[in-house]
Structures are given as structure tokens and as C-alpha cells.
């Protein structure tokens, strides 16, 4: 009878040790999450989508925050560049809400937090998913260190600061954009300097140059707190016997410019373009991740403009370039969906589908089965 008793209580102590241990358990992961969140500040890697594609949309991966601060009090800041705001966070196992918007961190250690957007309705492929690193840097050290420090060139004669074209310290560019007119200069984006000024050097520098050529330059240059172009030196060049051209094409630019200003002060900065062109065959175009980028870069901004064939053009050798093009590619089929050529835009669609990107998938079926 004593050892039934003694069996009976054992058994009782033993599920309640379960019980409770699993009470732990279930407390522990939002224990965790709370403690990892306030004991770093979050610094902003990257933004993909949940099927593991680049983002599309670089407008909204810039609006991202560069720095998130989580306080023991609930309280937290938003902070991008030199600007913050605050806000009032609760965890719910694996879910943050912040404010009013709800977000599923899927993964959180001392080195890294991986979270998206809560909503049931939302296709899993439509969802944006953040990247952010664990760091002990304040938000001006974080500022400092991505967009400042190493964009700063002393140039110890004048003892002049030149900041390298960054997007956040950077001139603007009026040029003859006719869609430019309508911008005010506070709110021309970076995209919009880098576009604008490189297709008007490219557009006057590449009218000298025989067709069918295969040429690349790299140069760089400077503008001035008056707006005015200086210091143009070609860095590179397969054909220097056009380099005046391009010379002549920068310094036509003089005047076009407003000085970069940080901090309420006018400041000089460099400018460093690659153009190159090359024979109409497409299987000629060798990767570049710099040419990529301009090609990219000027895409995204005849699709602004909606000169979906231009853009077409550029989003083309970028796809040429690489297997692993897939923003283009979803970009190129945005272009031909924009402009009514549905066959091609199906084409691309489907392409990115045979690769197990579930997004392309849903598109290709809500716009291209009968």
C-alpha cells in the first residue's frame, strides 16, 4: 500500500515538474526575444521578399529604417539617418507589434533578426522580409559609419571635405529633364541626380562614338559649393582617343548642378561614372557589377518616366549579364505588363516560376491562364 502511495506521489511530482517545466518553456521564447531586443540596437542589412527574391521596390527598401531601439520599458525609436521616431512595442510569443502593425520574427540571436509582417491575408510571396544585425553602435555611430565617414575624401592642399556621391549627401541635377521641371529641388531624389545627369553626359559623350564599338571609360569628377564642374580625370579607358568627347561632355554639365549640402553647409563632391558600350551582340556583355548597377539604376528611372521600351532595353543586358538577374527580370515583365505586351511579360513570369518563386508563380496564373 506504501509503495502504491509512494508510486501514486511520485507520478503526481513528476507530471507537475512537466507541467511546470513546460509553463518555463512556453515563457521562454518571448523571455528571449524581450531580453535579445533590448540588448542590442538593430542595424538595418538588407530587405528581401519571403520567397527569397531582391526586393523590387527600391523606394520602400530606402524608407526602411536604418536602426531599431528597443527599450526595457516597451517604449522603442525608429531611426533612419538623422532623424528618429518613437513608438510603444508588446511580445506575444513570436509576434512584436509595434504600434498598431504586427511582425513575425522569424529568426533572433546575438548576431542577427530576420522578421516580416504579420497579416493572414497576405500571400506568403507578397511579404516583405527584414534583415537586421545585432550591434552595440549608437544610431549617430551607425549614420557615421554607413553613409558619412567612409564617403569622405581630405584633400590635404585646400584642406577641402569632398564627400563621394552617396545617397544621402549628393548634388542635384537640373539638366534639360523635362520631367525634372515639375520636381522642386528639395525633393529630387538620389536616383533622380544619378539618372538624369548620367543619360545627359552618356546622351552628347556617345553621339562621337563609331556604332558597333566596344569601349568602356571610367571617370571622375568634381562639383563645387557654386554648382560648378572641376577636376574631370578619365581613371580608365579602352579608347583614349575619345576621351576629349567625354571631357567635353562633363564639362558642358558646369552650372547644371546644385551643391551637395549636409548639415545646413554646401559641401564638394566627387562623382565617379562608368559608361560603356558595346557591339550589338548580345552574348559580347561580360558581367560588371558596376555597369549592372548603371544599367539598373537608369531602368528604374525610365519606368518613373514610363519609357518602358528604354527601360526594357537597359533591363535586358542586366538579364544578359547574369543567370541570377531575378529583379530585372520581375522588373522587365512590370515593363512589358505597363506597356500591354502581355505575351513577354508572361514570358518572364514564367521563367521566374520554373525557378520556385512562388510570386512570379502568382502572377503568371492571375494574369496569363485564359
Known amino acids: 500500500m506504501k509503495k502504491n502511495v509512494l508510486s501514486f506521489l511520485l507520478v503526481c511530482l513528476v507530471q507537475t515538474v512537466i507541467i511546470a517545466q513546460s509553463q518555463i518553456d512556453s515563457l521562454s521564447y518571448p523571455v528571449r526575444v524581450f531580453q535579445l531586443l533590448t540588448k542590442y540596437n538593430w542595424e538595418k542589412n538588407y530587405v528581401d521578399m519571403q520567397d527569397g527574391s531582391i526586393l523590387q521596390d527600391p523606394a520602400a527598401e530606402r524608407k526602411t529604417v536604418m536602426c531599431l531601439i528597443f527599450r526595457k520599458n516597451g517604449t522603442g525609436s525608429f531611426v533612419q539617418g538623422e532623424q528618429a521616431a518613437s513608438f510603444r512595442y508588446r511580445i506575444i510569443d513570436s509576434l512584436v507589434t509595434i504600434n498598431e502593425a504586427i511582425y513575425k520574427i522569424d529568426k533572433i540571436n546575438d548576431y542577427e533578426m530576420t522578421f516580416s509582417v504579420y497579416a493572414k491575408n497576405m500571400d506568403e510571396g507578397e511579404k516583405f522580409r527584414f534583415h537586421y544585425l545585432a550591434t552595440k553602435d549608437t544610431p549617430g555611430d551607425i549614420y557615421l559609419r554607413k553613409l558619412i565617414k567612409p564617403n569622405i575624401v581630405v584633400d590635404t592642399p585646400k584642406k577641402d571635405t569632398i564627400f563621394l556621391f552617396n545617397q544621402e549627401v549628393y548634388p542635384k541635377f537640373r539638366g534639360n529633364s523635362e520631367w525634372l521641371r515639375n520636381v522642386p529641388d528639395f525633393e529630387q531624389a538620389f536616383d533622380d541626380t544619378y539618372g538624369v545627369s548620367y543619360n545627359f553626359i552618356e546622351d552628347e559623350f556617345v553621339s562621337h562614338l563609331p556604332k558597333d564599338i566596344n569601349t568602356r571609360f571610367e571617370v571622375s569628377f ?68 558596376e555597369i549592372y548597377d548603371n544599367f539598373y539604376n537608369r531602368a528604374m528611372g525610365l519606368m518613373a518616366r514610363k519609357k518602358y521600351d528604354k527601360a526594357v532595353s537597359l533591363l535586358t543586358k542586366c538579364i544578359l549579364m547574369t543567370e541570377d538577374s531575378i529583379d530585372a527580370l520581375y522588373k522587365r515583365a512590370e515593363c512589358y505588363q505597363s506597356a500591354g505586351i502581355m505575351k513577354y511579360a508572361c514570358m518572364d513570369w514564367s521563367f521566374l516560376s520554373s525557378k520556385g518563386l512562388k510570386r512570379a508563380e502568382k502572377l503568371y496564373w492571375q494574369n496569363c491562364k485564359e
Do not use: C, H, M
Open 222 to 289: 568634381d562639383v563645387t559649393t557654386r554648382g560648378l564642374v572641376e577636376n574631370i580625370v578619365i581613371t580608365s579607358s579602352t579608347n583614349p582617343e575619345y576621351n576629349p568627347y567625354l571631357i567635353a561632355a562633363i564639362q558642358n554639365t558646369s552650372r547644371k548642378w546644385l551643391p551637395a549640402r549636409w548639415k545646413e553647409k554646401n559641401y564638394k563632391s566627387r562623382i565617379q561614372y562608368a559608361f560603356q558600350t558595346e557591339k550589338e551582340d548580345p552574348k559580347a556583355i561580360a558581367y560588371d557589377p
